[in-house]
DNA sequence: CTGAAAGCGCTAACAA
DNA sequence: TTGTTAGCGCTTTCAG
């Protein structure tokens, strides 16, 4: 038997196709095609029929057969770092919400910093035909993106690297709120700051490394190399470059960390260590993630804001998507700044015969 | 002009389908297709020269296509409370490296605890056609799930519902690692114990007030109704049940919270207050999250697994989509258990007028 | 074991 | 403005 649509199947309910619609409202697929694409030159009265027709069948169209025709998935590519990272999932849920408030659904690929799982994510991409991609990871292999130009993907991504097209990179203005950091230290009296970077192999984490070492120069500071740890942007990274500094003769003051996560994981090592914070060292983290304000004491970060992360990325991609409409693309950075919370107060020793004061101590202690 | 491949077209790459494949190795496009889906039963010779072709061309089927043909999209839901809840990014990332392993793709959706965004979730997944569809959120409309019966989706979720199928449960046994912290704390003097809630709207949430609540009694001690808190499983929703408690008039002096966000919250609105953990207040949250290990002081919790969850809700999904293989579910509960941190010691104003003891007080101290 | 051909549900060209 | 129809790239009969 040739493959047919069943003609009389009791046990399977009728598909609902475009097919069922047309004959329901009495006209053709194209009319109802067309009606559901919001083409504006369908009689009113057909359109009307359409969308009863629609609603009565409770019909929706076929996203498989759109996309294989269209050759457009709506599928927009999101790859991240590290899922388990809390800036990501905040980051994931501004990018959704905007995607799917767009008729866009998203992939999520987290890369875990390893070059395989990239790739990995990439291949997979590709393969579901997304219609953009964007790139939140902090640094990725040029060779993935080129991939994506071959396949005439607009992709979006953080950072600028060379020889990319500007339409490509949402570029973040580090240095803004890491001065501030800096400075916010250095009226505190901070002169031996310390900088807890992420993976290095990663270009973010050296354009974030880099951004403090040319604020501490601003400043008039000098970094101290033992004083520069590269971490992994988790928590036992964090962990981790505490235990290294601690271990070292001499110990900074303050510590401005690349990311939240890690500079948890200090304030896990301190307390371990039995020291405190901000009394015995000032920390700074990285990203402002909701967590920062709860832990203890509550963290002092450089906020950069993932909605307007998210919304930049998103105006980005679809804009290049449909050129029709947003015509220039804002190149404007995106801006960092400082939130002071209570890990930051003054250096160790200093006033040490003073009673506790209030701006260096958490509050109601 | 009709819609046809364009016949010298010097801009466009030609385009790789199956049957540039197909004639490069010269064989049919049917040949083409039984072979990268190994079909047994294709001849050798015919088959390398396929395999050739593809790696040469870089071909790869078009998921489109295919899913339009099959009528599967080899796309898995996996929808979740609340994204920003560390712990569902712990169970995606099991998830989706699962998922991938075995050819799917996922896609997400976090309802927040909105039935409305739960709706449209649905409708995403519906749209979308997925083949099976992971409910992790706890607690779901039941209208939502009869959609997805309709349309014949296998779908599984957390926790006993009245009237569903058993093979669309995976069941929690929550009264194990809770029982374990309600032992635990007897165990260290404590009489006194109160509960934070999540949303009450949501039946997990109450399944694991309910496994509290059983719990105590069969330690032989009562619930005061004043130290049940309904909490939102954030952090907020923590930090406010602690202040209502501190508002009472007497306190307990123990609190198991429905998760560990909601534990977090806790430990704040106690840094805050200038109270103590474990001195003043022993907490136990719930999940194990990994931040759990790096809280000051670290947090006592009962873990669940989400490994297990994962692992065994693509299991099921998987097995009910070719029935062919794994035959029997296990119908074994996932279990919990307490693991014991600092965040637990003995009651204050116990043994007061002894110096502080090493059990009762974050090591190193 | 192989190939020709019929669709999967939809969009878009084209004719009316 | 509407309907007819040719594919989108693939899987799967069915005849050889």
Partial sequence: MKRTRKPNDVTTPPKIDIRGVASLARVSIATVSRTINHVPTVDPVLASRVWKAVSELNYFP????????????????????????????ELIQEFEQI??????????????????????????????????????????????LDRFTADNIPYVFIDPAPSRPLNSVLAVDYRAGIYEGVQHLAVLGHRN????????????????????????????????????????????????????????????????????????GLQHA???????????FSLIGFDDIHLAEYTIPPLTTVRMSCRELATR?????????????????????ITTRLIVRQTTGLPRNTLQDLPQMPATTPRKR
């Fill in 62 to 89: 076929n996203t498989q057969a759109r996309a294989l025709v269209s050759g457009k998935s709506r599928l927009l590519g999101l790859v991240v770092s590290e899922i388990t990272n809390p800036f990501f999932p």
């Fill in 99 to 144: 995607a799917v408030a767009r008729g866009y659904e998203i992939l999520i690929g987290s890369t875990n910093y390893e070059t395989k799982t990239m790739e990995v994510c990439a291949r997979r991409m590709l393969e579901r035909q997304v219609d953009g991609v964007a790139i939140m990871t902090f640094g990725i292999e040029d060779f993935l």
């Fill in 193 to 264: 700051i310390g900088f807890i970077s992420g993976p290095l192999t990663r270009r973010s984490a050296q354009s974030r490394k880099a951004a403090f070492l040319s604020c501490l120069q601003s400043t008039g500071l000098k970094a101290n190399p033992e004083w520069l740890i590269e971490g992994n942007h988790a928590l036992d990274g964090g962990r981790d470059a505490m235990q290294k500094i601690l271990a070292l003769p001499t110990w900074p003051t303050a510590i401005i960390c690349s990311n939240d996560m890690t500079a948890i």
């Fill in 270 to 280: 301190l307390f371990e260590a039995n020291l405190r914070v901000p009394d015995d």
């Fill in 313 to 333: 990325a998103i105006d980005n991609l679809l804009s290049r998507l449909k050129p029709l409409d947003n015509p220039a693309e804002s190149a404007t950075k």
